[in-house]
């Protein structure tokens, strides 16, 4: 019998080598080699699909019809990806077990009526899968479901049933017949994402696949996955709260400040329009340590609500913690707070929390918790009509953020009835408003007497 050939391959990068590295030359990465099986059928060379020979082509000559997108009838998955799913495109869609992968692909192939969609699965059966559309209520449409897991075969039904859109669910089940490692491994997710890159390239058949994120939060298998791709999505969310973030980490065809929220309800995933329903209570109460910022996630404006609690230590060492927050980022600003306005919360155990456990991270929530820790240290509540947008620094000075205007005209929409931001500079003063009264402050020790009045 022939001997089996192996190799071994960067965990991080997916380089390969032939013996067992310690450090990675590519990448650097330490102790990631693996090993792995990978005898190769035939004459060793692999099985490519044929592809046609590239001819040179002047740039000028290159016909250029605009970006043909799908419409995925889904406006935060639309809005997330650019403006819809590009044609030939692969889509990598990453995320933690149990998060609501397979429903927002499932929701997503049954919604696109138009379209022929072609749903792969190596993790559920046919009938389970059926069991979750019925459970999502939307009616079979034009979804076809396939369980297999071996790439050639699904190459081929997807030549039968010429479908407008692939789903992949998931990629560490697939495996491709040249190479003898297990479903999962490196070689094999890498061999599989390329195959399916090449078919979608030539087909001009968009592909979403699914990647599982292992532990510390990277997307499973090798980095190079990644690379591989032209869009990752990132499927987050906690586990506590029913709200899930689709973001995107990198998109060739589109921007990446973009988020999508949906909502987990007993019959599938909900779209959120208006995420500032979920991020703040519903609490019309003006409570002390409560402030509410104005943020922004790509071009979409948030409103956070911001929860500080400033108590008494009983222990020997006082507590600092953060949920949502940067915990360095909390202890520069109750250093800034400290020696800047003279506020003593050394001594103090003091928690942040923002509510719906959402991470942010537009620098405009500081001024927001800078306020919040205020008004609980002094035990004075803020108005919840009132709302914060912009960076404290180092010195305590208050610094401008990005689309001031849009931040105000929405916190005008909204009903908040006073909005703080940074002073101006005398180049573009924000012009006077009827319907919303704007505080422009210099440093945050002048947040003190509007706080404490
Ligand atoms: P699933 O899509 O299977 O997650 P993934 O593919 O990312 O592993 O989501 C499973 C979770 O979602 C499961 O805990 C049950 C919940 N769920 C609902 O709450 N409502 C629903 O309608 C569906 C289909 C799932
Ligand atoms: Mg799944």
Known sequence: MAKDKT????????????????????????????QEVIHRSGSGQ????STPKAVTMLM????????????????????????GLVL???VLIGGE???????LL??????????????????????????RAERINKGGGNCYVLTETCVENIIERATEVQPQIIIIDSIQTMTTSDIDSSAGSISQIRESAARLGTYAKQSACPIIIVGHITKDGNLAGPKILEHMVDTVLQFEGERNYGYRIVRSVKNRFGSTEELGIYEMQSYG???????????????????????????????????????????????SS????????????????????????????GGKDVFLNIVGGLKVSDPAIDLAVVAGLISSGEDVAINRRHCFAAEVGLSGEVRSVVRLEQRINEAAKLGFERIYIAKQGSKNPIAKRSDIEVISLGEIDQLLPYILS
């Open 7 to 34: 190799a071994f391959f960067c965990r991080e990068c997916g380089a390969k080598s032939a013996v067992w590295i310690g450090r990675c030359p590519q990448c650097g990465a330490w102790n990631s080699y693996e």
């Open 269 to 315: 995933l909900r779209q959120v329009s208006n995420p500032s329903e979920i991020l703040m209570s519903s609490s019309t109460e003006n409570l002390s340590g409560t402030a509410i910022a104005a943020t922004m996630e790509g071009n979409r404006p948030l409103f956070i609500e911001t929860q500080a609690l400033v108590a008494n230590s009983y222990y």
């Open 60 to 83: 000028s000559n290159i016909e250029c019809s605009a970006e043909q997108r799908i419409d995925l009838k889904d406006e935060e998955l639309n809005r997330v990806l650019g403006g």
């Open 97 to 103: 077990p149990g998060i609501g992968k397979s429903t």
């Open 318 to 345: 006082a507590q600092k913690n953060a949920t949502g927050f940067d915990l360095r980022r909390l202890s520069m600003l109750l250093a800034v707070l400290e020696k800047r306005v003279g506020v003593k919360i």
């Open 46 to 49: 692999l099985k490519n699909l």
């Open 106 to 131: 499932l929701q997503v192939a049954l919604n696109c009526k138009d379209k022929r969609v072609l749903y792969v699965s190596g993790e559920e059966s046919a009938s389970q899968i059926k069991m």
């Open 88 to 90: 030939g495109s692969l």
